[in-house]
């Protein structure tokens, strides 16, 4: 069984491998698409003001707290823009790679170069309704959505994975 892949690395492209390589770490899910880590804090810095300006000695901790909530949203344009700066630094950007996937392993073949894989050196992949995300390490990852499935089906390329990747 060969499955193959062609994918464009186009802006779209990058930005779901971005999210889905995100939604992967703990950490940085929770830094990037936690709704409640940024909220919650911004709330209670917003009633400590709203409280402390009533009280003439808590004045110096309500102007704290107006700081440490400006930066709040600052921190937010900034982590926007840190993303879209390394979405900006792919090097292989507007260019197509190919990811052929088999029983020997997974051959990828890019403006950069190529290289073969064994199946051996990959961590468990997460399967997703339009695509799978390899991982080669806890940071490099291959997203290959079913969409760019030039030969194959995405049940053969979910077949391989099963058949050949070691559960932990």
Known sequence: ??????ILVDDEYIAATQRLSISQN????????????????????????????????????????????????????FKRRSLAKARERVRT??????????????????ALGNSQLKWTIMLQPAIY???VLIKLSRVNMIWLP????????????????AANVERY
Not at 146 to 160: F, K, M, N, T, Y
């Open 1 to 6: 069984m060969r499955t193959t892949h062609r």
């Open 26 to 77: 703990k950490t940085l899910r929770l830094i990037y698409q936690t709704w409640w880590v940024v909220w919650l804090p911004r709330a209670l810095f917003f009633a400590i003001v709203v409280s402390s300006l009533f009280v003439e000695i808590l004045r110096p901790t309500a102007a704290l707290c107006s700081a440490l909530l400006a930066l709040s949203f600052g921190g937010e344009a």
């Open 93 to 110: 950007k507007g260019s197509t790679n190919i990811v052929t996937m088999d029983d020997q392993g997974i051959d990828t073949s890019s």
């Open 129 to 131: 309704p339009d695509g």
């Open 146 to 161: 079913d969409s760019a499935l030039a030969e194959g089906s995405p049940a053969d390329v979910r077949q391989l994975l």
